[in-house]
């Protein structure tokens, strides 16, 4: 068993509530992680999950350092990033990357897609940007002349196809995906998820893929990390965590899971709870 | 002009429905469906498909230079084509309803969620001030509103995702319509506050008998809240069934793609399936032989 390649433990995050900032002074703080604490394995595709709010957006910014945790360790190959400056992380940057939800939003609309994928590689001096670029392309299933395309001439599933070969050219040692399916088509989503999971295999990738949507994180993930408003309610492997779901706020997701099969009862088991503000 | 006369008068009845852009490509190729009163019927299919140009060409919104080039939409004995427009908008707000996908910015963000549910009521439809406002309350306390007084007097950023999207079935019901179109009103939340808007327009729709045409991209919503099911590719229906018999029996080998590239929870190490590339082409094709054949 190869030493884990993030260790989080304690980790928490407060962040100022502008909501509730009075007119003059200090905005209160809010707590949005709450002394989190879980392993990412190397090579491991792993999942997080939770309602809208519970913090999955905010964890995985913490695990590419866009944001710094208030308390706690973020252990990243054997050493803590969790409070290191900008030029500290610069040369961390290149194994920390990032595949967006909106594919469409997150390329340059007016650089080709050969450009998009090639500078970063540019960026950080890599040999032959341009022909790396060009093979990631293939990679990802998007072979010659998409290059010189412009992403709106592109489907959905070819921009975020396009967003992952921009990652997967840096060679990183991790990518996280934010809802990178939740735009798509089945079709599309399919094929997306697929390429990932190739990916990973091929190149020893760590990925935590953050999903509403358990059925793609079930079909996807080696392990999965339940979140709850800001902390951790339920980890570990995909199937001990879905064949025994330990946690009420775990069961609750998976009830709400519309599967594609006839079932009168499914709606009995809802508890329609009066709309929470 | 109904060839097929059904039992019960079908609250819409669409025939031969052909909606292009103006001058240029087809959106929707012949459609035909009915959704009987009471009845539930999805509309699924990729995007571009054409699903939720459906529910706009029966509302009468289709976006500016797009539009209807053959085919009737009859909304409960009326056929829309026949009137004029003031009078197609006017039947149209009387009997059909649009919960749309997204509830942010369905809402207008300035106004009071009050005057955006009684609006309709008293400026289309001629009733009371007082009586639109107890509708509205009704209907909010009905969707699980707990305080609905407040809810009125509150703006759309003080609610929800969740709570917005209730405020809208609210709206939508509120008329009594006959006829709601659904447009994708849940891909934007969250599984647990899907499965409760899903349960209140079930519950909703058995009460008041509304028929209901269900856009959704997803399977399993389909197997949810449907009894009838109408598949669509690039404009063309592929295969319509009644939903229990299209999941365990699709008959078009479309309809089996779709299926086999939804991941299933209950079937986790089975691989998914992207819709294959070679049925897409034949598909496409297809169209196109059709399209030549109507020339």
Known sequence: ?277 | MSRQPTPAAPTLQVEGLSVAVRGGPALLRAVSLTVQPGEVRALVGESGAGKSMIGKAVLGVLPRGIEQTAGSIRLQDTALETLRSAARRQTVAAVASLIPQDPLTALNPSRRIGGQITDRLVRRLGWGAGDAQRRALELLDRVSIRDPERVMAAYPHELSGGMRQRVLIAAAFAPRPSLIVADEPTTALDVTVQKQILTLIRELQAETGTAVLFVTHDMGVVAKISQTVTVLFDGKVMEEAPTAQLLARPSHPYTRALIAATPRYTHPHEPLRPVPDELVARLHQEVAQDDAGFR
């Not at chain 1, 650089?111 to 090639?118: K, L, Q, S």
């Not at chain 1, 190739?198 to 080696?222: G, K, P, Q, W, Y």
């Open chain 1, 1 to 277: 068993m190869t030493e884990p390649l993030f260790q989080i433990s304690d980790l928490s995050l407060a962040l100022p509530d502008m909501a509730r900032k009075p007119l003059l002074g200090r905005a209160p703080r809010i707590e949005i992680l709450k002394q989190v604490s879980f392993e990412l394995a190397q090579g491991a595709i792993t999942g997080i999950v939770g309602e809208s709010g519970s913090g999955k957006t905010t964890l995985g910014r913490v695990l590419v350092r866009l944001l710094a945790p208030t308390a706690g360790r973020v252990m990243f190959k054997g050493r803590d990033i969790g409070q290191l400056d900008e030029a500290a992380l610069k040369p961390l940057r290149r194994d920390l990357q990032m595949i967006f939800q909106d594919p469409l939003s997150s390329l340059n609309p007016r650089h080709t897609v050969g450009r998009i994928v090639a500078t970063p590689l540019e960026r950080y001096g890599v040999d032959k940007a341009r022909r790396r670029a060009q093979e990631a392309l293939e990679r990802v299933g998007l072979p010659g002349a998409f290059a010189k395309r412009y992403p709106h001439e592109l489907s959905g599933g070819q921009r975020q196809r396009v967003g992952i070969a921009r990652a997967v050219a840096l060679e990183p040692a991790f990518i996280l995906a934010d809802e990178v399916v939740s735009g798509l088509d089945v079709s599309s989503q399919a094929r997306v998820l697929a390429l990932l999971k190739e990916l990973a295999a091929d190149m020893n990738l760590t990925i935590a893929f953050i999903s509403h949507d358990l059925s793609v994180i079930r079909s996807l993930c080696d392990a999965v990390v339940v979140l709850d408003r800001g902390a951790i309610v339920e980890a570990g492997p995909c199937g001990q965590v879905f064949d025994a779901p330990q946690s009420l706020v775990t069961r609750q997701l998976i009830d709400a899971i519309p599967l594609p099969e006839i079932d009168d009862s499914w709606f009995d088991k809802a508890a329609v709870a009066g709309g929470a503000c």
